[in-house]
């Protein structure tokens, strides 16, 4: 994968992204939003120093109710080049964090695994997290492997129309499954010490208004295929973007939505990331 008609995702939108941006927004260098000490991650992440956070900026995703537009569909942020990524992440760890957690890097990809490289060659010695909306492609992936310590992907939906209608997209759920099984592959079973995640796969599920079967779909998928994996369930839907344009997700999750999908979590003996 070289600059030029960039396939790094799997939209494959062959946009040049020297001279106009994909349909991530983006251009070919590594635009980003904000770098921080994260402590609003899973405990296992954040730890009592924070997560050293790098949020990109971009997506390969349009999802309608997105809390970052501004920064996902917006692409507002600040380009780096390889070296000054590399920097970033070497402040990071001397700054006290306790990983580097690459946030919605999918599109960035050949970038971050040089800068990952550089700074490997000087020493870092942190985690390197790869966290993302779950849509990668298996070659993408294959460029991380060795380099990546912690999967932390999504897994939004586990039916296709469902990525198409929120996401637009029309192939999530089976490139996502297919992406995760690659993750799981490269780093294997969590590895967790002193109550922080140093090695594994850890995925996260947002559960949705009046998405119920889809939730327990999700869930039933990553106990037949990725038993070992941590997940973190999650409750902190609200409608943002452009939610409002359907009814049906034009609120906020209610208390016996997540509950139930709470009880197939217990029932299915996942694995919590809060555990």
Request: proline share 4%; aromatic share 8%; charged share 25%.
């Amino acid at each position: 994968m070289e600059a030029g008609k960039c396939s790094i995702c799997p939209r494959k939108c062959n946009a040049d992204r020297n001279i106009r941006e994909g349909y991530c927004k983006a251009p070919w260098e590594p635009v980003i939003a904000s770098v921080m000490a994260h402590r609003g991650e899973e405990r296992i992440i954040s730890g009592s120093r924070g997560s050293g956070t790098v949020f990109f900026a971009g997506c390969n995703l349009s999802c309608v109710f997105c809390q970052n537009y501004d920064i996902s569909q917006q692409c507002n942020g600040n380009i780096v080049s390889t070296d000054e990524l590399s920097e970033i992440f070497i402040k990071l760890e001397r700054s006290g964090a306790h990983n580097i957690n690459l946030v919605t890097p999918s599109h960035f990809v050949i970038a971050i695994a040089d800068a990952i490289k550089h700074a490997k060659d000087k020493g870092i010695m942190l985690p390197f997290i790869y966290n993302s909306n779950g849509y990668d492609s298996i070659e993408s992936l294959r460029l991380m492997d060795g380099l990546i310590d912690i999967y932390m992907p999504d897994l939004k939906y586990a039916h296709n129309t469902n990525g198409f209608h929120y996401s637009c997209v029309p192939d999530y759920f089976t490139v996502a499954s297919q992406a995760l099984l690659e993750m799981q592959r490269q780093v294997g079973k969590p590895v967790v010490e002193n109550g922080l995640m140093k090695k594994g796969v850890l995925i996260r599920h947002l559960v949705m208004p009046n998405l119920s079967e889809d939730a327990y779909a999700v869930l039933e998928w990553i106990k037949e295929n990725t038993p070992t994996a941590l997940v973190n369930l999650m409750n902190q839907y609200r409608p943002a973007y452009r939610a409002g344009e359907f009814d049906e997700i034009n609120r906020s999750l209610l208390r016996h939505e997540f509950e139930l999908a709470e009880i197939r979590f217990k029932q299915l003996n996942l694995r919590s990331a809060d555990d």
